[in-house]
T-cell receptor, first 108, second 115 residues
Framework: QQPVQSPQAVILREGEDAVINCSSS?????VHWYRQKHGEAPVFLMI?????EQKGHEKISASFNEKKQQSSLYLTASQLSYSGTYFC?????????FGTGTSLTVIP | DAGVIQSPRHEVTEMGQEVTLRCKPI?????LFWYRQTMMRGLELLIY????????DSGMPEDRFSAKMPNASFSTLKIQPSEPRDSAVYFC?????????????FGPGTRLLVL
């Protein structure tokens, strides 16, 4: 029931782009994206609701394909501050699960 | 607003001892969540409350774990007796009206080590 994220880890140079995927085996009502820096709590990035919407936050955007039960997070022109572990969170009914996490490291 | 407050921030205890973790949610938030995070299992939802009532406790690992929310501004997660495998970071999060599908604001976490 835990959504699966891919890739598990990625290393980027500053300015490069990345895509993180989140797949669920269950029909989804909503998808959340969070970023967690080492030793800190997860911080909310954005939420996408059923309806296949797409959202953006500065140079980070996301899409939600409810038919495929998938969401993708797009990071463009990555900055050093983007480093951290990215989690998707999915809601199915009253159940809520975090994904397996993707470690993103941006190097100069 | 001060954000979600958790105490203690760090706890070291011996196997068999009782451990109580505390959380103060953001004022006005109707939902409160308890999570556990380990390297092996990632982030796990243990239990969540709506208006102080437990809604889903299916993530509570076993009877040694219990959670209460006596009022809108305070919740506890208790482990009795504690075991080394309970060592983890425990996060509390709160959310405004709208349920688990809404934005969750996390506290700083309690790092628990059971020896």
């Amino acid at each position: 029931q835990q959504p699966v994220q891919s890739p598990q880890a990625v290393i980027l140079r500053e300015g490069e782009d990345a895509v993180i995927n989140c797949s669920s085996s269950k029909a989804l009502y909503s998808v959340h994206w969070y970023r967690q820096k080492h030793g800190e709590a997860p911080v909310f990035l954005m939420i996408l609701l059923k309806g296949g919407e797409q959202k953006g936050h500065e140079k980070i955007s996301a899409s939600f394909n409810e038919k495929k039960q998938q969401s993708s997070l797009y990071l463009t022109a990555s900055q050093l501050s983007y480093s951290g572990t990215y989690f998707c969170g999915t809601r199915t009914g009253n159940q809520f699960y975090f994904g397996t996490g993707t470690s993103l490291t941006v190097i100069p | 607003d001060a954000g979600v407050i958790q105490s203690p921030r760090h706890e070291v205890t011996e196997m068999g001892q009782e451990v109580t973790l505390r959380c103060k949610p953001i004022s006005g938030h109707d939902y409160l969540f308890w999570y556990r995070q380990t390297m092996m299992r990632g982030l796990e939802l243990l239990i969540y409350f709506n208006n102080n009532v437990p809604i889903d406790d299916s993530g509570m690992p076993e009877d040694r774990f219990s959670a209460k929310m006596p009022n809108a501004s305070f919740s506890t997660l208790k482990i009795q007796p504690s075991e080394p495998r309970d060592s983890a970071v425990y996060f509390c999060a709160s959310s405004p009206i709208g349920g688990p599908g809404e934005t969750q604001y996390f506290g700083p976490g309690t790092r628990l080590l059971v020896l």
